[in-house]
């Protein structure tokens, strides 16, 4: 099983500034990456896939970078909707895993 | 529109079972692979089961493999999943999501399983 480590568990970040999360795999999964958006009691919501492709209506200061066995999802201007918890997820192989989740929350 | 009601959920007892379904609308669901996703109180998100537009194929995480059963009924347009000898450990909302094809685009609102007694 491909173990998904993020980093960190918590970010505290200030409205508008920048945030950057990170995603390691155990071993690597190409580009079959994905990331996701969870705000309390909603499901969860793609936003990123293929490890840099922005879902369908995600706002463009959402961005996706790496491959292999690093990844980082950088949201640039923080928006008050945008504190939430983010996941990271691959496809690569099964079982499919998440990684354990990274809390953003309010500085 | 993409929508997936799940269904089903509800307070079980110790090795008993459970069957949810989620109806889905707004796409050929006979062309899209689904998937269950579980998520224990306070506790991140688990992958549980897939299976293809067809159900020819099925894919279990190791914690439910032998116990659960996913399964679909496409002239239905419903998902199922057959929950076995359940345990506290199952204890989770449990969300159903269509695959596009290997990540997961959409996602119901989940129903919740409480093993207990």
């Known amino acids: 099983e491909i173990v998904m480590t993020q980093s960190p568990a918590t970010l505290s970040v200030s409205p508008g500034e920048r945030a950057t999360l990170s995603c390691r795999a155990s071993?690597?999964?190409?580009?079959?990456l994905a990331w996701y958006q969870q705000k309390p009691g909603q499901a969860p919501r793609l936003l990123i896939y293929?490890?840099?492709t922005r879902a369908t209506g995600i706002p463009g200061r959402f961005s996706g970078s790496g491959s292999g066995t690093e990844f980082t999802l950088t949201i640039s201007s923080l928006q008050s909707e945008d504190f939430a918890l983010y996941y990271c997820q691959q496809y690569s192989n099964w079982p499919r895993t998440f990684g354990q989740g990274t809390k953003v929350e309010i500085k | 529109e993409v929508q997936l009601l799940e269904s089903g959920g509800g307070l079980v007892q110790p090795g008993g079972s459970l069957r949810l379904s989620c109806a889905a609308s707004g796409f050929t669901f006979s062309s899209s692979g689904m998937t269950w996703v579980r998520q224990a109180p306070g506790k991140g998100l688990e992958w549980v089961s897939a299976?293809?537009?067809?159900?020819?194929?099925?894919f279990y995480a190791d914690s439910v493999k032998g116990r659960f059963t996913i399964s679909r009924d496409n002239s239905k347009n419903t998902l199922y999943l057959q929950m076995n000898s359940l345990t506290a450990e199952d204890t989770a909302v449990y969300y159903c999501?269509?695959?596009?094809?290997?990540?997961?685009?959409?996602w119901g609102q989940g129903t919740l399983v409480t093993v207990s007694s």
């Open positions: 999501a269509k695959t596009a094809p290997y990540y997961f685009n959409y």
């Open positions: 299976i293809t537009g067809s159900g020819g194929n099925t």
């Open positions: 293929a490890a840099s």
């Open positions: 071993q690597s999964v190409n580009s079959d």
